[in-house]
């Protein structure tokens, strides 16, 4: 059984937010990567940033500095 642990789960209204943020942290060496979205957190698109919940302030601000809007953050077990 995989063990499940806490994470910062960024959620976006579209799939291009979604894949500007992959871009831009990628770009960056910034923490995380692309995941769908987990059942229990409900988003505009399929798609969403999972990073350790520490990398939050970090991914905040790659976020505002490249005009990516998320619409929702969120800790829960992934």
Same mark, same amino acid.
């Given at each position: ?15 291009? !937010? ?6 831009? $942290?990628?770009?960056?060496?910034? !923490? ?5 979205? *987990? *059942?229990? %957190? ?10 350790? *919940? ?5 991914? $905040? ?6 005009? %990516?809007? *998320? ?8």
């Amino acid at each position: 059984m995989i063990k499940k642990e806490k994470k910062l789960v960024i959620t976006f209204s579209t799939t291009t !937010d979604a894949m500007a943020m992959e871009t831009v $942290c990628k770009k960056n060496g910034a !923490d995380g990567r692309i995941i769908p979205v *987990p *059942p229990k %957190i409900y988003a505009g698109c399929g798609l969403a940033w999972c990073a350790r *919940p520490e990398s939050r302030d970090g991914l $905040c601000a790659i976020m505002k500095d490249n005009g %990516i809007c *998320p619409e929702g953050l969120w800790e829960c077990l992934v």
